[in-house]
């Protein structure tokens, strides 16, 4: 007769998974502002959550801007001088 092996979830420790044991890498795109351009293009495989925009300093919410494929889109260009930093979550 055959015995089926069950997997068991396991919690672990508050604190014990960090990112050296995962091995993520982040990477990030920075852009400088013209005050015309509204697409900027972005790694393959990214959505809306998988990544953080940041304008001046200031953090975009996933509303204020969009993702088609590789193009990141903001409804109004940004203001030509500003950086933006676009960090890539691990996907």
Known sequence: MYKRQHATAVS????????????????????????????????????TNSVLVIVSGLVKRPNQYSISGTTLQFPTAPNAGVTIDIRYFPV
């Not at 604190?15 to 293009?41: E, K, M, P, R, V």
């Open 12 to 47: 672990p420790a508050a604190g014990s998974i960090t990112n050296t044991a995962l091995d993520l890498t982040y990477t990030s795109g920075l852009y400088t502002g013209d005050g015309s351009t509204t697409d900027f293009t972005i790694d393959a495989g990214h959505n």
